[in-house]
């Protein structure tokens, strides 16, 4: 019964709620463009086939995320 109930605590400590960092989300007018014409540069880009994610960086290492819709809806974000 002991090891039972280590088990079950183990499990209820592993599978507590984790919380996410806050995110600041940046304007609606923000664009890749935009940002890239400020001085930010595309780190990284991934696509999938509804989806391109474009990571940028700036001269002092802030991060921005910014991902293009199929439809061309583009939301961007500081991590």
């Given amino acids: 019964m002991k090891v039972l109930l280590k088990i079950a605590l183990?499990?209820?400590?592993?599978?507590?709620?984790?919380?996410?960092?806050?995110?600041?989300?940046?304007a609606k007018e923000t664009?890749?463009?935009?940002?890239?014409?400020?001085?930010?540069?595309i780190i990284f880009v991934s696509s999938s086939d509804y989806i391109i994610t474009y990571t940028l960086m700036n001269y002092s290492g802030e991060?921005?995320?910014c991902k293009?819709?199929?439809?061309?809806?583009?939301?961007?974000?500081k991590p």
């Fill in 68 to 77: 293009v819709l199929s439809n061309d809806k583009i939301t961007c974000f």
């Fill in 31 to 41: 664009t890749v463009n935009a940002l890239v014409a400020n001085g930010w540069n």
């Fill in 63 to 65: 991060i921005v995320t």
């Fill in 10 to 26: 183990c499990l209820v400590l592993l599978t507590g709620a984790v919380s996410a960092a806050e995110i600041e989300k940046l």
